[in-house]
């Protein structure tokens, strides 16, 4: 009988969510959705000094504004240590680890003499073989991992392929300290075993880390998980992704303005591919997401395609839609506060209704709030150096002319609106952007904006009469 697919994404809450953690956590969420199975979060946080309450919720926060659902509660892995030291003694008495007496002062003379022989320092096994029972009374001791010490533990992972590593390389690791705090390497191997993890997807550093797993649970007779270790991201310069990239956490791309599909789509296609797909619908990456995409090198982290993919989504989202989720992510944006401070029962509907013209020009949310903030700006609106510039003696006259003609309209319907401006046009011998340029200056306080016809529309006719005089 097959098993039932469980994955897991299993974060240190030492920070925020990272946007290597967050590809990792969609690749985990893809691949048990494809297969009909779960994904569990494990929160591994055996670190005291380092684990944080406010770290557990930011990684929560971040996987929910990216739509990476996991099933059942979180499991803390530091609440389970008792089930961790209850291992480790398994092992000792099965025979595949064993107790070390060795002192501090002990296993630093080991290392000193290893690094003056030129060899590694690894533990050199004096109570590998050695019965407990010649310790002192009472002497602290930990359990280290009893590794074979000759031919090889095989690796045979999804993408990297079948990885070999030689035992006489593996440490005969510790599973529990001295003060009975267990270690990453046993805590993590428990808890995929009694949290029946089928399958373990996780970055390509932790390669060395499933040769050392694997042991452990063949130390325990458990079925090791299938395994498949996924490239990095790197920077633009090939470097690991840092800081220096820029933003590394989730959040940040929220505040940049990102949409969680687009972000998913664009982090999908670092390290995964099915065919030359660049836009693709989440039951789209469900449908086709599988080892056999997976690239074996690591992936650039590319702000432009990211941009151009988040463009893409702005524009075929739908107004409502968009305008929901500006709402609901305006606060935490550049410009979006603006936007909120002033949204009321008026300046929606002209938001809504001028969402087609900014959805055209916007890359981000930023670009949103950024573009539409004429909409809410109070009377008389601040002007901008370069619309300022266009409202000179020439620009006023336009503005003087064609107001009365503006306020004869009663209709104010797109049609009307710029027949009216394309005869005050030939009337004058003008060209079209002599008139157009300084009506929308004057009625936005900006140089570059919507189109003049667009922004009359959007504002109404009160609001752009007013406006209008105000200029004048």
């Known amino acids: 009988m097959t098993k039932p697919v469980v994955t897991r994404f299993a974060p240190s809450p030492t920070g925020y969510l990272h946007i290597g953690g967050a590809r990792t956590a969609l690749f985990n969420w893809l691949f048990a959705k494809a297969n009909g199975g779960k994904m569990l979060l494990r929160i591994e946080d055996t670190d005291r000094k380092r684990s944080t309450d406010d770290a557990i919720a930011a990684i929560k926060d971040g996987l929910s504004w990216l739509g990476l659902d996991w099933d059942g509660d979180a499991i803390s892995q530091y609440e389970r240590a008792d089930r961790h030291r209850e291992v480790a003694h398994q092992m000792v008495d099965n025979g595949s680890a064993y107790k070390c007496f060795c ?4 296993i630093a003379a080991m290392r000193e003499k ?15 073989d050695r019965d407990a029972s010649e310790a002192p009374e009472g002497a602290p001791y930990v359990i280290r991992l009893k590794a074979p010490l000759a031919g090889e533990t095989i690796v045979d992972d999804q993408v990297q392929g079948k990885v070999k590593f030689p035992n006489k390389d593996l440490d005969d690791l510790i599973l529990l300290r001295s003060d009975g705090n267990p270690t990453y390497m046993l805590a993590v191997v428990v808890d995929d075993h009694d949290m029946e993890v089928s399958h373990i997807i996780r970055g390509d550093d ?17 079925d090791v998980p299938v395994m498949a270790h996924i490239p990095l991201i790197h920077g633009a310069d090939g470097a690991k992704l840092s800081k220096r ?28 591919a099915h065919g030359d797909d660049e836009i693709m619908t989440t039951e789209q990456m469900i449908k086709w997401f599988g080892f056999d995409g997976m ?27 968009l305008l929901s989720y ?20 008026e300046t929606r509907p002209m938001l809504l209704k001028a969402m087609p013209t900014l959805k055209e020009r916007a890359k981000t949310l ?23 510039k266009l409202l000179d003696e020439d620009g006023i006259s336009v503005v003087k002319g064609i107001l009365p003609l503006f306020e004869s309209i009663i209709d104010w319907k797109p049609e009307t609106v710029e027949a009216c401006i394309r005869d005050y046009t030939e009337k004058n011998d003008l ?23 667009d922004v009359l529309q959007i504002l109404g006719r009160e609001t752009s009469l007013n406006r209008m005089r105000d200029v004048i």
């Open 103 to 106: 002192t501090p002062e002990e």
């Open 114 to 128: 290893a690094q003056a022989e030129g060899l590694p320092t690894r533990y050199d096994g004096t109570w590998r």
């Open 206 to 222: 932790h390669l060395i880390n499933a040769a050392r797993q694997t042991l452990i649970f063949q130390g325990m007779n458990w």
């Open 245 to 272: 990239h820029g933003a590394t956490g989730a959040e940040k791309y929220r505040e940049m303005g990102y949409l969680p599909a687009a972000l998913r789509n664009y982090l999908v296609k670092l390290g995964w």
């Open 295 to 321: 690239n074996k090198a690591a992936a650039r982290f590319d702000f432009t395609k990211l941009e151009a993919i988040n463009g893409q989504y702005i524009r075929e989202s739908g107004n409502a839609e």
């Open 326 to 345: 500006f709402e609901s992510v305006a606060n935490q944006i550049e410009g979006g506060s603006f936007v909120m401070d002033n949204l009321n029962d």
């Open 366 to 388: 930023i670009n949103l709030a950024q573009g539409s903030a004429f909409i809410f700006e109070q009377r008389p609106i601040p002007m901008e150096e370069k619309a300022a």
């Open 431 to 453: 060209k079209l952007g002599k008139v157009a340029q300084p009506i929308r200056a004057a009625v936005t306080g900006k140089a570059t904006s919507p189109g003049a016809f």
